[in-house]
């Protein structure tokens, strides 16, 4: 009985959450260059409705240390194992 209110709980704010909420509406620029850059040509300037994405990848530091930690508190035979349930107080 606990599992399946706990279960209709985590659907219901699953189903009312905001999928499509702006999560980067405090961009700041960071860098610009004053001039192109050598071996870049300027051919015109973007158009203002001009969308791009762009990705950036991080270099993982210490992500065996990770893995391994992952493995060891998700393992139930472990003494690091712990179940923890998270609630979300729908307001």
């Not at 999560?23 to 700041?28: E, G, I, K, P, T």
């Not at 409705?49 to 393992?75: A, H, P, T």
Request: no cysteine.
């Amino acid at each position: 009985m606990l599992w399946s209110s706990l279960l209709v709980l985590g659907l219901v704010q699953l189903s009312t959450s905001k999928a499509s909420s702006k999560r980067w509406d405090n961009l700041a620029v960071k860098h610009s260059w004053a001039q192109t850059p050598h071996g870049w040509d300027h051919k015109a300037p973007a158009p203002s409705n001009y969308v791009f994405e762009l990705r950036i990848g991080l270099k993982q530091n210490r992500i065996d240390d990770l893995i391994d930690n992952l493995m060891e508190i998700s393992d139930p035979t472990n003494a690091r194992y712990v179940v923890r349930l998270a609630f979300i107080v729908l307001t």
